[in-house]
């Protein structure tokens, strides 16, 4: 989970950093910390390609709510994507 600024962006080596945790099955979910706003899927960050999830309308704190629920379910980026999507 990363709290990034914009639209959940971050600074190079983080996503570096980031993108190598998704590839070995940790799932990343972007978010932004800016009071108001929504983190789009492939809008800045090419979140197909990393494996990132977005986290949309949710902010940072419900993102990660929403990520410990989900990953009681499963840790496919996937469905947890839509899961996102849904809630």
């Keep these: 989970m990363v709290a990034g600024v914009g639209d959940g962006n971050m600074t190079t080596p983080a996503l570096d950093v980031l993108t190598a945790?998704?590839?070995n099955g940790i799932v990343v979910v972007r978010s932004t910390r800016l009071?108001?706003?929504?983190?789009?899927?492939?809008?800045?960050?090419?979140?197909d390609e990393k494996g990132f999830?977005?986290?949309g309308e949710l902010n940072p704190a419900k993102s990660r709510?929403?990520?410990q629920l989900a990953?009681?379910?499963t840790n496919d980026?996937?469905?947890?994507?839509k899961m996102f999507y849904e809630y």
């Design 65 to 67: 709510v929403l990520l």
């Design 77 to 81: 980026p996937i469905r947890i994507q």
């Design 53 to 55: 999830v977005a986290s």
């Design 35 to 47: 009071a108001s706003g929504i983190t789009l899927r492939n809008n800045e960050v090419n979140d």
């Design 21 to 23: 945790a998704a590839k």
């Design 71 to 73: 990953l009681t379910q």
